[in-house]
């Protein structure tokens, strides 16, 4: 290839980082016939050596900033993760004009509009396919393979480490804790573990993606997060009874008031193919108005899977180094001018179907009181399962159709309020994820 390399700096040599390193190394004869280039690691930016890396022969250096500053850099790749430093070095790049790649969720997700400007007049981009489902191609399918469509919805499992948790809680029966200490000890968690299992690294990814379907600024402050530490064995076995299977899902929906931005444990058909994607695997499910449903499946973290990602943008930008802004992909698919003001609903205002669980004294009438509320507030319910225990408690299941949050809200608080039901109102969403 007659082109002259085109110089990386690696930020950071962890998992994701080491597996960038490698592959580069592994695949690079078939990496140089795709990018038109060599694409070769000049400078690597870590605070200790990877024992899985063979480095001989490239620089190394303790101080990322250096690498950022660095005038032999073309493209600096941020693996570093978290966010002041990360944000300062990605800063940091783009002001010395180098082009970066991250895998970095939370600081597209939290800061993504203001890098997104900085790049923009500088005139450099700035990649983040690996910040979403590590290995999947999934921003690349929404930003451009589905650049025709006027996206419906979105839902995805986006979240390795709570579909692990989750699958081995049904498949085994095992207790919650007892799993999550194992995602930890496998490598999968984030380093402080309430961000998968509250909800937050999957709000992240799902805010990046909500952006690229419907072109909104970036909004995780205005994201519903709520994770899967109140699941318990009992729902998972009735959701199971029902026809359903309990995955955490984000999920994404445009109507014509807004927004919808939410991250729960839902109950979605145990039919659906996206149902079925068990263990540390990853789905997003897309439904669009001309190609109809499309469903992205794969490994959502790892050092390779994720590394993929990180080198098939190292390969954009080298395709794209010569083109000018107006003329790239635009960071969030639609161009900044052509950005939509459509709102971020509140959780208040979004609409889905429920499951309910309460525990209710075993005496005539109490079933009658319940429903009565549901009517009242227009809600309309699908099934009712009441299992008999021989207890004085016994749980009442209630799948109901689609209402508005705020009105479920409510029914729950009076149904709390009756005498005969005994502590907290179980409340789970329902989504059927049928195409429109
Ligand atoms: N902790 C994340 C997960 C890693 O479990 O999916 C990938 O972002």
């Not at 800061?111 to 700035?126: D, L, S, T, Y």
């Not at 961000?195 to 690229?212: P, Q």
């Not at 395709?319 to 003001?341: E, G, I, K, Q």
Request: aromatic share 4%; charged share 25%.
């Amino acid at each position: 290839m007659g082109l002259k390399p085109v110089k990386v700096g690696i930020c950071g040599l962890g998992t994701v980082g080491g597996g960038t390193f490698n592959v580069l190394k592994r695949n690079e004869s078939e990496i140089t016939r795709r990018a038109g280039r060599v694409i070769r690691v000049e400078q690597i930016g870590a605070r200790r050596p990877n024992p899985n890396c063979e480095t001989n022969g490239v620089q190394i250096t303790d101080d990322i900033f250096a690498v950022a500053k660095n005038p032999e850099v073309d493209i600096v790749v941020e693996l570093i993760g978290g966010y002041e430093t990360a944000l300062e070095l990605v800063l940091t790049a783009i002001e010395h004009g180098k082009h970066v790649v991250t895998a970095n969720k939370a600081l597209i997700a939290e800061h993504g509009n203001e890098i997104f400007e900085a790049a923009q007049r500088k005139n450099v981009m700035v990649a983040f396919e690996a910040s979403v489902a590590g290995g999947i191609p999934i921003i690349k399918a929404i930003r451009e393979g589905l650049a025709a469509n006027s996206i419906n919805w979105l839902a995805g499992i986006i979240n390795g480490t709570g579909n692990f948790i989750l699958t081995e809680m049904r498949d085994k029966g095992r207790a919650f804790g007892d799993v999550l200490k194992e995602a930890q000890e496998l490598g999968y968690a984030e380093a402080d573990p309430t961000f998968d299992v509250e909800g937050i690294d999957a709000a992240h990814k799902l805010t990046i993606l909500a952006s690229l379907a419907y072109g909104v600024p970036l909004q995780f402050n205005k994201a519903y997060t709520e994770g899967i530490s109140e699941i318990t064995t009992e729902d998972v076995n009735y959701a199971e009874e029902l026809g359903y299977r309990i995955k955490h899902l984000g999920v994404s929906r445009r109507t014509e008031d807004g927004i919808e931005l939410r991250v729960h444990p839902t109950l979605i058909p145990e039919k659906r193919l996206i149902a079925n994607v068990d263990g540390v695997m990853n789905a997003v499910l897309v439904d669009a108005d001309a190609v109809g449903p499309t469903l992205y499946y794969g490994a959502g973290a790892g050092s390779e899977p994720t590394a993929s990602a990180v080198i098939a943008d190292l390969v954009d930008v080298v395709r794209a180094m010569t083109a000018d802004r107006d003329n790239r992909v635009p960071h969030l698919a639609f161009h900044p001018s052509h950005m939509s003001d459509l709102p971020i609903l509140p959780m208040e205002e979004i609409r889905t179907a429920y499951y309910l669980r309460l525990n209710a004294i075993d005496h005539p009438g109490v079933l009658a009181e319940v429903t009565s509320i549901l009517s009242a507030q227009q809600i309309s319910i699908d099934s009712i399962l009441q299992k008999g225990t021989g207890e004085e408690l016994v749980p009442i299941i209630i799948l109901t159709h689609e209402v508005q949050e705020k009105q479920m809200n409510q029914a729950i608080k009076q149904i709390e309020a009756l005498e005969d039901i005994q502590g907290a109102v179980t409340r789970i969403r329902v989504e059927q994820l049928d195409a429109n």
